[in-house]
Protein backbone atom coordinates (compact mmCIF):
# COMPACT_ATOMS: atom_id res chain seq x y z
CA UNK A 1 0.00 0.00 0.00
CA UNK A 2 2.32 2.33 1.37
CA UNK A 3 5.51 0.87 -0.73
CA UNK A 4 6.73 -1.28 1.62
CA UNK A 5 8.02 -4.75 0.69
CA UNK A 6 5.65 -7.71 1.18
CA UNK A 7 6.85 -10.32 3.79
CA UNK A 8 6.47 -13.21 0.71
CA UNK A 9 7.87 -11.27 -2.07
CA UNK A 10 11.52 -11.76 -3.01
CA UNK A 11 13.65 -9.13 -0.80
CA UNK A 12 16.30 -9.93 1.92
CA UNK A 13 16.19 -12.85 2.34
CA UNK A 14 16.80 -14.13 -1.30
CA UNK A 15 20.61 -14.63 -1.35
CA UNK A 16 19.69 -16.89 1.76
CA UNK A 17 17.38 -18.99 -0.18
CA UNK A 18 19.78 -19.01 -2.72
CA UNK A 19 22.55 -20.06 -0.66
CA UNK A 20 20.44 -22.92 0.96
CA UNK A 21 19.12 -23.99 -2.61
CA UNK A 22 22.89 -24.53 -3.39
CA UNK A 23 23.17 -25.89 -0.52
CA UNK A 24 20.93 -28.83 -1.52
CA UNK A 25 21.72 -29.40 -4.66
CA UNK A 26 25.37 -30.10 -3.33
CA UNK A 27 23.64 -32.33 -0.84
CA UNK A 28 21.64 -34.65 -3.64
CA UNK A 29 24.51 -34.82 -5.72
CA UNK A 30 27.05 -36.14 -2.95
CA UNK A 31 24.29 -38.69 -1.39
CA UNK A 32 23.80 -39.55 -5.34
CA UNK A 33 27.57 -40.23 -5.95
CA UNK A 34 27.81 -42.30 -2.83
CA UNK A 35 24.54 -44.10 -3.18
CA UNK A 36 26.11 -44.95 -7.20
CA UNK A 37 29.69 -45.70 -6.28
CA UNK A 38 28.61 -47.80 -2.55
CA UNK A 39 25.63 -49.53 -4.13
CA UNK A 40 28.06 -50.68 -7.27
CA UNK A 41 30.71 -51.68 -4.85
CA UNK A 42 33.65 -50.39 -6.47
CA UNK A 43 34.01 -47.77 -4.84
CA UNK A 44 35.18 -44.37 -6.53
CA UNK A 45 36.72 -45.97 -9.32
CA UNK A 46 38.47 -43.42 -12.06
CA UNK A 47 35.87 -44.35 -14.55
CA UNK A 48 33.01 -42.79 -11.98
CA UNK A 49 34.92 -39.42 -11.40
CA UNK A 50 35.37 -39.30 -15.38
CA UNK A 51 31.56 -39.48 -15.88
CA UNK A 52 31.05 -37.00 -12.94
CA UNK A 53 33.28 -34.51 -14.62
CA UNK A 54 31.94 -34.83 -18.13
CA UNK A 55 28.40 -34.87 -16.91
CA UNK A 56 28.61 -31.95 -14.54
CA UNK A 57 30.62 -30.36 -18.19
CA UNK A 58 27.99 -31.15 -20.21
CA UNK A 59 25.04 -29.83 -18.02
CA UNK A 60 26.37 -26.83 -17.20
CA UNK A 61 27.68 -26.04 -20.52
CA UNK A 62 23.89 -26.87 -21.76
CA UNK A 63 22.14 -25.29 -18.88
CA UNK A 64 24.04 -21.93 -19.37
CA UNK A 65 23.35 -22.18 -23.24
CA UNK A 66 19.71 -22.79 -22.56
CA UNK A 67 18.85 -20.53 -19.55
CA UNK A 68 20.95 -17.75 -21.52
CA UNK A 69 17.66 -18.17 -24.44
CA UNK A 70 15.06 -18.22 -22.18
CA UNK A 71 14.23 -22.00 -22.35
CA UNK A 72 11.36 -22.62 -19.83
CA UNK A 73 12.97 -25.06 -16.43
CA UNK A 74 11.57 -27.92 -17.35
CA UNK A 75 13.22 -27.68 -20.61
CA UNK A 76 16.56 -26.92 -19.43
CA UNK A 77 15.77 -30.21 -17.20
CA UNK A 78 14.64 -32.39 -19.26
CA UNK A 79 17.91 -31.57 -21.77
CA UNK A 80 20.26 -32.26 -18.48
CA UNK A 81 18.50 -36.06 -17.86
CA UNK A 82 18.99 -36.68 -21.61
CA UNK A 83 22.50 -36.15 -21.77
CA UNK A 84 22.98 -38.40 -18.40
CA UNK A 85 20.96 -41.18 -20.23
CA UNK A 86 22.83 -40.67 -23.29
CA UNK A 87 26.23 -41.03 -21.05
CA UNK A 88 24.80 -44.44 -19.94
CA UNK A 89 24.21 -45.63 -23.04
CA UNK A 90 26.93 -44.26 -25.17
CA UNK A 91 29.88 -44.13 -22.25
CA UNK A 92 29.87 -47.35 -20.39
CA UNK A 93 33.15 -47.16 -18.88
CA UNK A 94 32.14 -43.99 -17.44
CA UNK A 95 28.49 -45.38 -16.57
CA UNK A 96 29.18 -44.57 -12.60
CA UNK A 97 29.46 -41.11 -13.30
CA UNK A 98 26.75 -40.29 -15.44
CA UNK A 99 24.42 -42.38 -13.41
CA UNK A 100 25.61 -40.27 -10.76
CA UNK A 101 24.14 -37.29 -13.04
CA UNK A 102 20.47 -38.74 -13.44
CA UNK A 103 20.30 -39.63 -9.63
CA UNK A 104 21.42 -36.15 -8.92
CA UNK A 105 19.26 -33.95 -11.04
CA UNK A 106 15.65 -36.62 -9.83
CA UNK A 107 16.95 -35.89 -5.77
CA UNK A 108 17.86 -32.49 -6.67
CA UNK A 109 14.17 -31.53 -8.61
CA UNK A 110 12.23 -33.98 -5.75
CA UNK A 111 14.13 -32.22 -2.73
CA UNK A 112 12.76 -28.71 -4.24
CA UNK A 113 9.13 -29.85 -4.85
CA UNK A 114 9.37 -31.03 -1.12
CA UNK A 115 10.51 -27.34 -0.22
CA UNK A 116 7.29 -25.93 -2.68
CA UNK A 117 4.96 -28.44 -1.32
CA UNK A 118 5.86 -27.67 2.33
CA UNK A 119 5.86 -23.93 1.55
CA UNK A 120 2.29 -23.76 0.68
CA UNK A 121 1.26 -20.99 -1.27
CA UNK A 122 4.04 -18.93 -1.11
CA UNK A 123 7.73 -19.26 -2.76
CA UNK A 124 9.99 -21.01 -0.80
CA UNK A 125 12.35 -19.07 1.36
CA UNK A 126 15.50 -20.11 3.88
CA UNK A 127 13.48 -21.37 6.22
CA UNK A 128 11.84 -24.40 3.54
CA UNK A 129 15.26 -24.92 2.36
CA UNK A 130 16.78 -25.42 5.53
CA UNK A 131 14.49 -27.43 6.69
CA UNK A 132 14.50 -30.16 3.67
CA UNK A 133 18.08 -30.17 3.90
CA UNK A 134 18.59 -31.00 7.63
CA UNK A 135 15.97 -33.65 6.82
CA UNK A 136 17.41 -35.45 3.95
CA UNK A 137 21.03 -35.32 5.80
CA UNK A 138 19.72 -36.94 8.78
CA UNK A 139 17.62 -39.63 6.92
CA UNK A 140 20.42 -40.47 4.18
CA UNK A 141 22.92 -40.88 7.22
CA UNK A 142 20.31 -43.19 9.20
CA UNK A 143 20.86 -45.79 6.67
CA UNK A 144 24.33 -44.74 5.26
CA UNK A 145 25.36 -48.99 5.72
CA UNK A 146 22.71 -49.70 3.10
CA UNK A 147 25.01 -48.11 0.72
CA UNK A 148 26.08 -51.56 -0.27
CA UNK A 149 25.82 -54.52 -2.32
CA UNK A 150 26.73 -56.92 0.20
CA UNK A 151 24.42 -58.47 3.27
CA UNK A 152 23.92 -55.88 6.34
CA UNK A 153 21.89 -57.35 9.75
CA UNK A 154 22.59 -59.31 12.36
CA UNK A 155 19.73 -61.52 12.08
CA UNK A 156 17.17 -62.14 9.66
CA UNK A 157 18.97 -60.45 6.75
CA UNK A 158 20.29 -63.55 5.14
CA UNK A 159 16.57 -64.71 4.59
CA UNK A 160 15.29 -61.97 3.25
CA UNK A 161 18.71 -61.96 1.19
CA UNK A 162 18.00 -65.22 -0.43
CA UNK A 163 14.00 -63.92 -1.57
CA UNK A 164 15.77 -60.92 -3.03
CA UNK A 165 18.23 -63.30 -4.85
CA UNK A 166 15.43 -65.61 -5.67
CA UNK A 167 12.95 -63.27 -7.04
CA UNK A 168 15.66 -61.34 -8.99
CA UNK A 169 16.87 -64.02 -10.70
CA UNK A 170 13.62 -65.58 -11.31
CA UNK A 171 12.47 -61.99 -12.79
CA UNK A 172 15.56 -61.99 -14.52
CA UNK A 173 14.80 -65.11 -16.26
CA UNK A 174 11.31 -63.42 -17.57
CA UNK A 175 8.97 -65.14 -14.96
CA UNK A 176 6.46 -62.67 -13.69
CA UNK A 177 4.78 -62.50 -11.51
CA UNK A 178 6.57 -64.61 -9.01
CA UNK A 179 4.39 -66.55 -6.11
CA UNK A 180 6.83 -69.02 -4.54
CA UNK A 181 10.33 -69.20 -4.39
CA UNK A 182 11.54 -72.34 -6.13
CA UNK A 183 15.38 -71.22 -7.06
CA UNK A 184 18.20 -72.18 -5.55
CA UNK A 185 18.20 -69.40 -2.91
CA UNK A 186 14.49 -70.11 -1.87
CA UNK A 187 14.42 -73.72 -2.22
CA UNK A 188 11.80 -74.35 0.65
CA UNK A 189 9.50 -71.97 -1.22
CA UNK A 190 9.43 -68.84 1.01
CA UNK A 191 5.38 -68.63 -0.05
CA UNK A 192 4.56 -66.18 2.99
CA UNK A 193 7.35 -63.68 1.97
CA UNK A 194 7.02 -63.79 -1.46
CA UNK A 195 2.86 -64.28 -2.11
CA UNK A 196 1.37 -62.09 0.66
CA UNK A 197 4.15 -59.74 1.39
CA UNK A 198 5.75 -59.04 -2.01
CA UNK A 199 5.75 -55.28 -1.89
CA UNK A 200 9.70 -54.70 -1.43
CA UNK A 201 10.44 -57.11 -3.63
CA UNK A 202 8.31 -55.32 -6.23
CA UNK A 203 10.50 -52.04 -5.25
CA UNK A 204 13.91 -53.96 -5.98
CA UNK A 205 12.10 -55.28 -9.10
CA UNK A 206 11.04 -51.76 -10.44
CA UNK A 207 14.82 -50.48 -9.24
CA UNK A 208 16.02 -53.22 -11.11
CA UNK A 209 13.96 -52.48 -14.45
CA UNK A 210 15.31 -48.27 -14.12
CA UNK A 211 19.32 -49.11 -13.69
CA UNK A 212 18.80 -51.50 -16.31
CA UNK A 213 19.80 -54.80 -14.02
CA UNK A 214 23.11 -53.11 -13.29
CA UNK A 215 22.87 -53.56 -9.63
CA UNK A 216 22.67 -57.03 -8.01
CA UNK A 217 20.14 -58.49 -6.00
CA UNK A 218 21.07 -57.20 -2.48
CA UNK A 219 21.72 -53.32 -3.44
CA UNK A 220 18.29 -53.76 -5.41
CA UNK A 221 16.84 -54.72 -1.67
CA UNK A 222 18.76 -51.94 0.39
CA UNK A 223 17.68 -49.19 -2.45
CA UNK A 224 14.16 -50.46 -1.46
CA UNK A 225 14.39 -49.66 1.71
CA UNK A 226 16.22 -46.81 1.13
CA UNK A 227 13.49 -45.28 -0.93
CA UNK A 228 10.72 -46.53 1.68
CA UNK A 229 13.16 -44.42 4.56
CA UNK A 230 13.61 -41.13 2.11
CA UNK A 231 10.53 -40.77 1.13
CA UNK A 232 8.83 -41.51 4.48
CA UNK A 233 10.49 -38.75 5.67
CA UNK A 234 10.13 -36.11 3.16
CA UNK A 235 6.40 -36.87 2.97
CA UNK A 236 6.04 -36.81 6.84
CA UNK A 237 7.20 -33.57 6.86
CA UNK A 238 5.13 -31.78 3.87
CA UNK A 239 2.15 -33.52 5.26
CA UNK A 240 2.79 -31.91 8.78
CA UNK A 241 3.67 -28.57 7.13
CA UNK A 242 0.52 -28.53 5.07
CA UNK A 243 -2.22 -29.26 8.15
CA UNK A 244 -0.03 -26.58 9.92
CA UNK A 245 1.08 -23.96 7.66
CA UNK A 246 2.17 -22.12 11.05
CA UNK A 247 3.99 -24.28 12.83
CA UNK A 248 6.41 -25.41 10.14
CA UNK A 249 9.50 -25.61 12.11
CA UNK A 250 7.53 -28.17 14.69
CA UNK A 251 6.76 -29.96 11.76
CA UNK A 252 10.30 -29.81 10.87
CA UNK A 253 11.34 -31.16 14.76
CA UNK A 254 8.63 -33.65 14.63
CA UNK A 255 9.90 -35.08 11.30
CA UNK A 256 13.59 -35.20 12.49
CA UNK A 257 12.79 -37.16 15.52
CA UNK A 258 10.57 -39.44 13.42
CA UNK A 259 13.97 -40.10 10.87
CA UNK A 260 16.23 -40.90 13.62
CA UNK A 261 14.33 -42.48 15.89
CA UNK A 262 15.44 -45.69 17.52
CA UNK A 263 11.80 -46.79 17.64
CA UNK A 264 12.01 -46.90 13.79
CA UNK A 265 15.63 -47.37 12.95
CA UNK A 266 15.91 -50.65 15.79
CA UNK A 267 13.21 -52.55 13.69
CA UNK A 268 15.54 -52.63 10.35
CA UNK A 269 19.52 -51.78 12.13
CA UNK A 270 19.00 -54.79 14.84
CA UNK A 271 15.52 -56.86 13.67
CA UNK A 272 16.25 -57.14 9.72
CA UNK A 273 12.47 -56.72 9.83
CA UNK A 274 12.17 -55.56 5.96
CA UNK A 275 8.23 -55.95 5.40
CA UNK A 276 7.47 -53.55 8.71
CA UNK A 277 9.98 -51.26 7.39
CA UNK A 278 8.21 -51.28 4.23
CA UNK A 279 4.54 -50.54 5.24
CA UNK A 280 6.15 -47.57 7.41
CA UNK A 281 6.09 -45.15 4.81
CA UNK A 282 2.17 -46.50 3.56
CA UNK A 283 0.90 -45.89 7.39
CA UNK A 284 2.15 -42.26 7.36
CA UNK A 285 -0.16 -41.83 4.00
CA UNK A 286 -2.95 -43.70 5.85
CA UNK A 287 -2.73 -41.40 8.88
CA UNK A 288 -2.69 -38.24 6.97
CA UNK A 289 -5.62 -39.14 4.41
CA UNK A 290 -7.45 -40.44 7.62
CA UNK A 291 -6.87 -36.79 9.25
CA UNK A 292 -8.22 -35.24 6.10
CA UNK A 293 -11.49 -36.99 5.64
CA UNK A 294 -12.22 -35.92 9.01
CA UNK A 295 -11.50 -32.56 7.87
CA UNK A 296 -13.00 -32.38 4.55
CA UNK A 297 -15.14 -35.61 3.26
CA UNK A 298 -13.11 -35.37 0.12
CA UNK A 299 -13.83 -38.16 -2.01
CA UNK A 300 -9.70 -38.11 -2.98
CA UNK A 301 -9.23 -38.55 0.56
CA UNK A 302 -10.97 -41.39 1.07
CA UNK A 303 -9.46 -42.88 -2.20
CA UNK A 304 -5.75 -41.88 -0.72
CA UNK A 305 -6.67 -43.73 2.25
CA UNK A 306 -8.08 -47.30 0.80
CA UNK A 307 -4.54 -47.19 -1.26
CA UNK A 308 -2.31 -46.38 1.64
CA UNK A 309 -4.35 -49.52 3.55
CA UNK A 310 -3.98 -51.63 0.71
CA UNK A 311 -0.07 -50.55 -0.07
CA UNK A 312 0.37 -51.63 4.30
CA UNK A 313 -1.10 -54.73 3.29
CA UNK A 314 1.43 -55.72 0.52
CA UNK A 315 4.02 -54.60 3.13
CA UNK A 316 3.05 -56.74 5.87
CA UNK A 317 0.19 -57.91 6.05
CA UNK A 318 -1.71 -58.49 9.35
Not at 82 to 99: E, H, I, K, R, T
Request: aromatic share 10%; net charge positive; proline share 5%.
Amino acid sequence: MNGSTPATSVGPTAPAARLLRGGVEWAAGAYAFAAVTGLRGAGATAGAWAGVLGFFLAAGVLGWFLRRSERPAWLVEAVLLAVGALGLAVWPGVSDGMATGVLWRVLALGLQGVARAGAGERKPGWDDQLRVLLLFVLAAISLQAYLSPNLVGPKDARWYGNAAFDFITRLRAGEFPVFSGESIYAFNGNVQLVRSAPAHLHLAALADLLTGRSLAPLALQHVALLVCHLGGVLFLYTALARMRPADRWLAGAFTAVYATSPALLTLLVLHDMYMTFTALPALLVACYAAARVGETRAWRHFAWLGAACAAMWLGHPP
